[in-house]
């Protein structure tokens, strides 16, 4: 009776503990040095993951693409996608194999390009997923210096400070009506300056132009819960730069949402680094 006992026990600590298991999806490179460098983007953020001891594993797929054997999502508690967008998007092939994923309760989450799919169904998938897209005729995508100044109370933003800095943070997304199941993470005023462009599917538009002119906060970084606890979703449209992850603030914010997506507790001080030395 007593070893039953210490079986049981043992049995449920380690399902508590057991390590939850990340992949990251890596899209081809696309730009010129420092930018766009979706695979040592997915190798530093995994490596500090797997560093920081708080119960994750990551599989960084390096296939430039969709990966080509799927059994790599077995038993996967979330999934982060880095990757060119638009009609590019490595999931507009597997929009519909990817929702049976999704339904499953995996998390997702999505990071600058990534965040790009057409309007129509890989758009709608989108927002079932991750909660909100960058739509074209509707969201921009100017470089910026954003000025985070305040954080909502939210695990994502665990011990995360005011910081400031420059990327390609396309902004104006496409969210779910009424911002239901959205958190906004990441929210800053845009400069009047990335109103300069002429309109285009990704310059200005006329949406983007009033929501401007009215002063409203742009959300360039959000979190989802899906309905009915069927997992969670997170965006963010920054890390255009591989220089970007040298910020702790930027960094620690972006671990935190990938153990968040997997359902992994997220510690007060956040998920711990070491400082990043990017040349």
Known sequence: MKTLFFFLSFLSFSILHAEKKVVFVA????HGYFSHEHIAGCKLLAKHLESANIGIRSIVITDDGYPKDASVFDGVAAIVVYCDGGGRHLLNPHLKEFDVLMKKGIGLACIHYGV???????????????????????SVNPHWVADFKLFPEHPIASGVTPFAIKDEWYY???????????????????????????????????????????????????AYERPNGKGRGFGTTGAHYHH????????????????????????????????VLIK
């Open 172 to 222: 104006h997304m496409r969210f779910q009506p009424e911002m239901k199941g959205v958190s906004p993470i990441l929210s800053a005023h845009p400069p009047k300056s990335t109103m300069d462009r002429k309109d285009g599917p990704h310059s200005n538009n006329p949406h983007v132009r009033k929501s401007m002119a009215a002063g409203e906060i742009q959300h360039i970084g959000w």
């Open 27 to 30: 899209g081809k490179k696309s």
């Open 244 to 275: 970007s992850w040298g910020e702790d603030n930027w960094r620690t914010l972006m671990l935190n949402a990938i153990a968040w997506t997997a359902g992994v507790e997220v510690p007060k001080k956040g998920v711990p680094s070491l400082p």
């Open 116 to 138: 790009e799919v057409p309007k129509g169904a890989p758009g709608d998938y989108f927002l079932k997923w991750i909660g909100g897209y960058f739509e074209t005729n509707w």
